[in-house]
């Protein structure tokens, strides 16, 4: 029987804020600081401290729920939700549970078959865990160590409805909303320091049926990769379960990098009992319509609203637009070559070199966008040297590539290497007939039929003249002489 995978995620992103989520205790970036150096007597749990909220916090929730289109809440509560572990000092974790901040909100991706809604189910705002590091003393005693720089940083957890149904959904869903995520200041979408975190739930039905399978929820999810394959890995377990009779249970499942497979971590059965109750050291958390106006009207341009601009204007395909509206630093980019080009070069044009050359090359060299050597002025000249007809589209590449490389502007290079195109029919005309009497083999078989020759000896012409001759009067030329030669 063929099944459907249904997919709802859970998002855990960090704030970006100065200060903790209930007290003056500096954030800071967990994977550098010191141990235990940004602690205070609230956020390690001391006995008679009172949290205070961070508005900053609150803010920036504000921007992301408004983001997703939810609606806001005009009153919402803290929760504690309680259980023990070493990385949480006071025993409890402070949440928002039955009256979350916002609901009922939408995050639109790009998939193959076009654009799909994804609904948000809730947007909520709680205090990340201090952090355990596992380690083994000389006699291979494993020990733990806390370290509770982590514990109290505020935490947005965005949870979607089950809408997904496939990973390449999953990849699109995740990427985007990281993309709002930065796009509002939220987060810095540093995924290699945590400050993203995902939980899966996957489970699968018969495909037609409406109702919902036993689902799993896989845990901390670092990555994408992780998350991708941890999901993978469940659609293939629980299709072999159900194919060979047998039932899903419900349960919480980890991921374990080494071996690739999930692991049980707590059954139904044993599921916790969070004991949630409203916090009573706060007073409940009311947004003001004046607020939340202000907030959304200081919105920035969201990616999607970009990426829609960017195919509407100038003409670009929906990969192109995504690509290029992604990051706000490429968006800024790609803007203001436009803004130098005026009509001189086709937006598409400016939009295939960045996405095609300048990509390719980050891709191949490492190196960050932010880094660029090349301001959006120094490409749109090159462009412009291209479209004149001084280079080459050829050698256009390879300067591009230097330029990248070294910083130096394209004429320069172009004067350095003597690059500029040839384009002189009569010193091509003698090229071209250099050549075609140096290969008259090659030639005779052209004239067999063997119509591929013709590119090869193009290419002999264009290494004669270090690649810098016009190709369309090297092709002119070529065809030319070629017709002529022709029962030589
Ligand atoms: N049958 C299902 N298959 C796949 N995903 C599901 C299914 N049922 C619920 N989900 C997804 O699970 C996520 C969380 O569901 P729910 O609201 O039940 O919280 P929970 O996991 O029980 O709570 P918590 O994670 O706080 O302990 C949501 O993203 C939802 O879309
Ligand atoms: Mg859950």
Redesign the pocket.
């Known amino acids: 029987m063929p099944y459907e995978t249904?997919?709802?995620?859970?998002v855990h992103a960090e704030l970006q804020t100065r200060s903790k989520m209930f007290c003056a205790c500096p954030v800071v970036d967990s994977t550098r600081a010191e141990p235990n150096t940004a602690v205070c007597p609230v956020c390690a749990g001391m006995p008679g401290t009172l949290p205070v909220v961070n508005r900053k916090a609150v803010e920036l929730a504000l921007r992301v729920a408004l983001a997703l289109e939810c609606e806001i809440a005009p009153l919402s509560l803290f929760a504690r939700k309680n259980y023990f572990y070493p990385d949480l000092p006071k025993g409890y974790q402070i949440s928002q549970y039955e009256y979350p901040l916002a609901q009922r909100g939408v995050l639109r991706i790009e998939t193959a078959r076009g654009e799909k809604t994804v609904r948000i189910?809730r947007v909520h705002l709680e205090e990340d865990t201090g952090k355990l590091i596992h380690m083994q003393d000389p006699d291979g005693q494993s020990f733990s160590l806390v370290d509770l720089n982590r514990a109290g940083v505020p935490l947005l957890e965005i949870?979607?409805?089950?809408d997904m149904h496939s990973l390449e959904e999953v990849r699109a869903y995740a990427t985007t909303l990281r993309a709002i995520l930065r796009r509002v200041g939220a987060n810095s979408g540093d995924m290699e320091k945590g400050v993203i975190r995902f939980?899966a739930?996957?489970?699968l039905r018969p495909s037609g049926s409406q109702t919902?399978?036993t689902?799993v929820?896989i845990k901390n999810l670092n990555s994408f990769r992780a998350m991708e394959r941890a999901i993978a890995y469940e659609i293939e377990r629980q299709t072999d379960l159900l194919q060979n009779g047998q039932a899903v249970q419900q349960e919480t499942l980890g991921w374990d990098e080494a071996a690739q497979v999930t692991v049980s971590q707590r059954s139904k059965e044993e599921a916790h009992d969070y004991r949630y109750f409203p916090e009573p050291d706060l007073p409940p958390l009311v947004i003001e319509p004046e607020w939340i106006e202000q907030v959304r009207a200081n919105l920035p341009e969201l990616p999607q609203a970009m990426k829609k601009r960017f195919i509407h204007n100038y003409g670009l395909s929906a990969g192109e637009a995504v690509l290029l509206s992604e990051e706000e630093a490429v968006a800024r980019y790609f803007e203001a070559c436009l803004e130098q080009a005026g009509d001189s070069i086709a937006p598409r044009t400016i939009a295939l070199w960045i996405t095609g050359e300048i990509f390719g090359w980050l891709n191949q060299s490492g190196e960050k966008f932010e880094n660029l050597r090349v301001p959006p002025a120094g490409l749109v000249d090159l462009l412009r040297l291209t479209a004149k007809g001084i280079i080459n589209l050829n050698t256009a590449k390879l300067v591009l590539n230097e330029m990248l490389a070294s910083g130096k502007p394209a004429h320069a290079i172009i004067e350095e290497r003597g690059l500029i195109q040839l384009d002189d029919a009569g010193q091509i005309a003698d090229i071209v007939a250099k050549v075609l009497a140096e290969f008259p083999r090659e030639v005779a078989s052209y004239h067999q039929g063997k119509t591929t020759v013709f590119n090869w000896l193009l290419g002999q012409v264009m290494r004669q003249t270090a690649g810098r001759a016009s190709p369309a009067v090297a092709r002119a030329e070529l065809e030319r002489q070629l017709a002529g030669s022709k029962g030589n």
Do not use: M
């Open positions: 249904v997919i709802g995620l859970e189910r949870v979607s409805e089950p939980e739930n996957v489970s919902l399978g689902r929820e």
